[in-house]
Every structure is written in C-alpha cells, then in structure tokens.
C-alpha cells in the first residue's frame, strides 16, 4: 500500500498550465537525432523532428493540461455500495528515461450520493497517465483524483505494469509491478471484493 506521498512531483497541480513548446520539442528532437549519429535532414527523418515527434509528445504529455482532463459527469444514485472498474489499459511514460511503462488499472470507490459515468474512469486513468511519472505516483495520483472528482468516499485504484526501461535496456529484465493507493477507508469486506475483482480480471 502507498500510504506516504511519493517524493516525484508530477501530480498535474504541481504544473503551471503550461502549452506546449512545439518548436522547442521539434528543436530537441534534431538535436537527439543528431547527437546519435544520425542524418537528421534525410528523407526519412525530417518529417519525424519536424512534426511527428513533437505532436506525439503533445499527445503523450495531456496530462499536464487541465484543458484536456475529461469531463467527469456525475448522476446522483442511492446505496454506498463499491463500484469495481478492472481492466482499464493505460501507457505513462518514465521521468528517469523517458520510455513508457504501461499495463492495468483497476479501480474501486464508494459513491456519496452520486456515481460517475463508468467511460470517465476509463478516461481519467488514461489522461493521469500522460505525464512523466513514477508508477507510484501515477497510482497515487488517479486515487486523489478521482477521490476528488466523483466526491467519492473513499478510493481505492491498484496499477500492474511493464517497464520498457527495465525490459528494453538496463537490467533487460520483462517483470511486472503492482502498486496500490487508496483514498479513505475500506471494511476487510470491500477489500475483498476488490481483490476478488483484480484476480477474476487476471483469469480473463
Ligand atoms: N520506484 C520506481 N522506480 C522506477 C520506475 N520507473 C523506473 N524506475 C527505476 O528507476 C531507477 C533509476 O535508477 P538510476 O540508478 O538512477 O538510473 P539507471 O542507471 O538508468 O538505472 P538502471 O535502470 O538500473 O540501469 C531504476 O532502478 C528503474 O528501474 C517507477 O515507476 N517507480
Ligand atoms: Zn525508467
């Protein structure tokens, strides 16, 4: 269980809004092709620093902008009891390399009241995931957020991922990591079917 606070700051509060510099990412990106050897006005290569690198870093680092953070709907509806979400894909990228790690999210809260539209929880995770983070901070992150987004009582959220800079390079080792953080309190009960959920989604 992450109960501390994760020392990486990446928590979209932490940001000023701040648009992206596509001229700065497309200057960057020549500098890096040429750094390595490589040509960076060949044929191949100059729509990649030009253009593609830079929109896809645009596409990749959503998460710091609020703009781009997805509309959390919220219909009122009687009971507390959990609402489970398992299976929620999502792709972050390290801030010690800049290569992704990515994998399942599961998520669990206890409505106040009010319930949220089942898509958003999809949504958040996947526009939490794109800053650069620590796995244990993204966790920690979608917990907070969604606690404060759905009003919900309490939050529970659980990530499995794959690190490309442990597979790709490194230790070159394709491990997996679990993390955990939750928002409020949950009965042994509730922790159950959380578990129960999170094994049914891995027997899939
Ligand atoms: N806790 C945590 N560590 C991470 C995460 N992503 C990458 N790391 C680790 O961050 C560490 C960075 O270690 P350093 O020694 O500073 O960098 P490095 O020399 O590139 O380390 P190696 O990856 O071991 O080659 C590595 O052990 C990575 O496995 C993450 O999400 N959470
Ligand atoms: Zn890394």
Do not use: N
């Amino acid at each position: 269980m992450t109960d501390g606070t994760p020392t990486s700051t990446t928590d979209a509060e932490s940001h000023a809004e701040h648009p992206v510099d596509r001229d700065q990412l497309s200057h960057a990106t020549r500098l890096i092709l040429d750094a390595v050897g490589e040509d960076p006005e060949r044929d191949g290569l100059v729509d990649t620093w030009e253009r593609r690198v830079p929109a896809a870093y645009e596409e990749l680092t959503e998460g710091y902008r609020e703009a781009e953070k997805p509309t959390m709907r919220t219909f009122e509806a009687e009971g507390d009891d959990l609402v489970v979400k398992t299976g929620i894909p999502f792709y972050s990228l390290c801030e010690h390399h800049l290569l992704p790690f990515h994998g399942t999210a599961h998520v669990a809260y206890r409505p106040d009241g009010e319930v949220v539209g089942l898509s958003k929880l999809v949504r958040y995770v996947k526009w939490a995931s794109r800053r650069l983070t620590i796995q244990e901070q993204l966790t920690r992150d979608v917990a907070e957020g969604l606690h404060e987004e759905v009003g919900a009582d309490a939050v529970l959220v659980e990530l499995s991922a794959t690190h490309m800079c442990e597979a790709m390079r490194g230790v070159e080792a394709h491990t997996t990591t679990t993390s955990r953080a939750s928002v409020g309190a949950f009965d042994d009960a509730e922790r159950q079917r959380f578990r129960d959920a999170v094994a049914a989604e891995g027997r899939r």
